[in-house]
C-alpha cells in the first residue's frame, strides 16, 4: 500500500506540470488555431533563465521564477507580434512552417550558447525527503506541486473571473461577434500566445532542479504536449488539466509495474488507443453547432 500511495504522490507532482505544459499549448490553439511546435523551447528555455539566474547569476530560485515567467510572456508575444501576425489566417501551412523553424532555431542556439553538456539548477530546498506514513516526500518536489497548483488556480481565475478571461473567452467562441462588441483580437492573440509560452516557461523553471537541463529536452515536452492536449481534446482547457495528471499517473505506474524501460511509451501507447477510441479526446464535451 505505501508502494502504491508512493507511485501516487510521484505520478501527482508531475501531473501538475504536465497539466501547466498542456493548459498553455491547448490555450493557443483554441483560440488562435495555431500548432505551436515551438512550446517544448519554450519549456527549455524556461530551464535555462533559471539555470543562468541561480547557478550563473547566484540570484534567489524563487525571483528566478518571476523573471523566467516574464521572459517566456515576452518571447512568446513577441513571437507572435512579429512572425505570425500577418499570415495567421492566410496560410496554415505557413504558419506551420514558421513554428518549426522557431523550434529549431531555438533548440540551436540554446546548443550553441550552452553546448551539450547537461547542467544542473541548485535548489532552496534540503535534499534530504522525509517521510509521513511511509511516504518519502521531497521539499522541492512538493515545493514544485504546490507552485503548479497555484498557478492552475491563478490560470483558471484569469480565465474565468477577469475581463481579459471574458475576451479571449469570446474570441474563442466567435472572433468576428467579439470585434463587433469592441474586443481588440490582435492584442488577445498576443496576449494568448504570451500567457501559453509563459506557462510553458515556468513549468521548465521549476523542474530545472528535479532533472537537468539539457537542449533537447523541449523534444520529449513537446510530444508530452501534445499527447495531454489530444487526450484531453483539442481546446478543451478543463481536459488539459486532466489530461496532464492522467498522463502523468499513467507514466508512473506502467513504470512501477511494467518496466521503466517502457515509460514514455506506455503514455503513447495509451493516447494511441484513446485516438482510436474517442477520437475528440476523453474529456472533450459536446457542442451544439449552428
Known sequence: MDQFLQHLVNGTVLGATYALLGIGLTLIF??????????GEL??????????????LQMDYFVALILAAGLGLLLGASIEFLLLRRCRLENIDEVMLIMIGVMIIMQNAELLAWGGVAKVVPTPFPQ???????????????FVL??????????????????????????????????IVGV??????????????????????LLAPVFVVTPTMGDLASLKAFAIVILGGLGNIRGAALGGFALALIEEFGAAYISTAYRDAIGFLVILAVMIARPQGLFAARERVG
Not at 483554441?30 to 512550446?39: E, L, T
Open 43 to 56: 519549456y527549455a528555455f524556461g530551464a535555462y533563465v533559471a539555470y543562468a539566474l541561480v547557478s550563473l
Open 146 to 179: 504546490g507552485a503548479a497548483i497555484v498557478l492552475l488556480l491563478a490560470f483558471y481565475l484569469v480565465i474565468e473571473r477577469s475581463r481579459l478571461g471574458l475576451a479571449m473567452r469570446a474570441t474563442f467562441q466567435d472572433e468576428d461577434a467579439a470585434r
Open 184 to 205: 481588440n483580437v490582435g492584442q488577445i492573440y498576443t496576449l494568448t500566445f504570451g500567457l501559453g509560452s509563459s506557462l510553458a516557461a515556468i513549468t521548465g523553471a
Open 30 to 39: 483554441g483560440i488562435m488555431k495555431v500548432v505551436n511546435f515551438a512550446h
Open 128 to 142: 534530504e525527503s522525509f517521510i509521513i506514513g511511509g511516504i518519502y516526500l521531497s521539499p522541492t518536489r512538493l
